[in-house]
């Protein structure tokens, strides 16, 4: 049988085909015990992560801008809330 | 507003990276995509369910694997340690099943052989191994199939249940010493096991033809 590690790694290779990057972060987490010396598995699972890092700062600083617009709308903008 | 432009450009940055990296591992992709359906197939074939079909689909669609010369060490290991396992736990006794052990030998020929298994095939040509090395063996071998059981994190009595389905449907002795195994610890533990160990009785007779005396 494989081993889970060695499904784990292809299937995050597979989640990153279909741009799952989240579920290929959890896939890497399974399989890093295994594979951890190898440098090409070293370089997805930390760009991966940074991806990851990148679209949360990217998705909060989207999301006060809208509460920004939205305090503005209502006329005076008199607090921010971040 | 520019650090929000430069994250988005460093994601987009990132994406393609992982895009073009996940491209030259595509044909390892495709094969680890066989290997996976492979590995379902032999998981199954170990619980004792019928796979003739499944793997006769699989050697179809996975033809051209024969002649692939790129493929890793690791992967044609992989293919031959699970048409191994799959070879083990086949019944050969009608003719479909016979056709596709036929074709895992086919495959082995071809040079899909198990590497690490291989090292212990060797060793039983040369020397019969010893009765303690014999249980050793199949201590090993039941801890492998627990380890990959879909029921494994279950109750004991779930596996159980599992285990004496696959000592009913199969040839391989293992899963009636397992059962019988399982039987006693629960028993150890203070589990009622009497409607178990009438079924694996029934078991036992089954196989035996009814002319086992204990």
């Keep these: 049988m494989l081993a889970d590690a060695e499904k784990a790694y292809f299937k995050a290779l597979e989640a990153l085909k279909n741009r799952d990057y989240a579920a290929a972060s959890g896939f890497f987490k399974t399989a890093e015990n295994q594979f951890t010396d190898r440098l090409e598995f070293r370089i997805l699972q930390a760009t991966t992560a940074l991806l990851l890092a990148v679209k949360e700062e990217i998705f909060e600083i989207e999301n006060s801008r809208i509460e920004i617009e939205e305090i503005s709308s209502y006329g005076k903008e008199t607090e921010f809330r971040r | 507003m520019a650090r929000l432009e430069t994250l988005k450009k460093l994601e987009t940055t990132l994406e393609k990276f992982l895009g073009r990296a996940v491209d030259t591992e595509t044909a390892r992709l495709e094969n680890f995509q066989s290997i996976d359906l492979l590995d379902d197939i032999a998981r199954d074939s170990m619980k004792g369910r019928f796979i003739n079909n499944r793997l006769g689909s699989w050697f179809a669609r996975n033809n051209e694997l024969l002649s692939n010369k790129n493929m890793k060490e690791f992967e044609i290991s992989a293919i031959a340690n699970l048409l191994n396992d799959?070879?083990?736990?086949?019944?050969p006794s009608d003719a479909e099943t016979q056709k596709l052990a036929e074709e895992i030998d086919h495959w082995k020929e071809q040079g899909i052989a198990p590497?690490?298994?291989?090292?212990?095939?060797?060793?039983?040509?040369?020397?019969?191994?010893?009765?303690?090395?014999?249980?050793?063996?199949?201590?090993?071998?039941?801890?492998?199939?627990?380890e990959f059981d879909p029921n494994k994190g279950e109750h004991l009595l779930t596996i159980l249940d599992d285990v004496l389905k696959s000592a009913d449907a199969k040839e391989d002795p293992m899963f009636v010493h397992l059962a019988a195994s399982i039987i006693y610890f629960m028993r150890m533990h203070g589990y009622k096991v009497g409607p178990f160990v009438k079924r694996l009785k029934e078991i036992e007779l089954k196989k035996t033809g009814g002319s086992h005396a204990g």
Excluded: N, P, Y
């Excluded at chain 2, 298994?117 to 627990?146: D, P």
């Design chain 2, 115 to 146: 590497k690490r298994k291989l090292v212990l095939k060797m060793k039983g040509e040369t020397a019969e191994l010893s009765i303690t090395e014999k249980f050793m063996e199949l201590l090993k071998k039941e801890a492998e199939l627990l």
């Design chain 2, 86 to 91: 799959i070879q083990s736990a086949m019944d």
